[in-house]
């Protein structure tokens, strides 16, 4: 079984930033990317930002030049950090794992519990 631990989030003031941390750990055999996903109330769950083992690099629209993921691949860690942030931003964000719990296992999506930022105006 694959764990996602979140950490970072909070309560920042406009044109702030924060920094999220998800490490993952368990049976994990490969991975395919790893990301982060906000989601706010009564809305769909959106991509945040992803960092593929293979490839390029992805952001959503409005969080680039502000936003950068990064990867520590030794411990399994995807970092997001985030500037000059806006009340917009605000939003629970979730890290997400794409990959493969042991040879020959199907590919799937693993998620952490979440973890709320909260930008202030």
């Known amino acids: 079984q694959v764990q996602l631990v979140e950490s970072g989030g909070g309560l920042v003031q406009a044109g702030g930033s924060l920094r999220l941390s998800c490490a993952a750990s368990?049976?994990?055999?490969?991975?395919?990317?790893m990301g982060w996903y906000r989601q706010t109330s009564g809305k769909q769950r959106e991509l945040v930002a992803v960092?593929?083992?293979?490839?390029?690099?992805n952001y959503l629209d409005s969080v680039k030049g502000r936003f950068t993921i990064s990867r520590d691949n030794a411990k399994n860690t995807v970092y997001l950090e985030m500037n000059s942030l806006n009340a917009e931003d605000t939003a629970v964000y979730y890290c997400?794992?794409?990959?493969?719990?042991?040879?020959?296992?199907?590919?799937?999506?693993?998620w952490g519990q979440g973890t709320q930022v909260t930008v202030s105006s």
């Open positions: 368990g049976s994990i055999f490969s991975i395919e990317s």
């Open positions: 960092i593929p083992s293979r490839g390029s690099t």
């Open positions: 997400n794992l794409n990959g493969r719990a042991y040879f020959g296992a199907p590919r799937r999506d693993y």
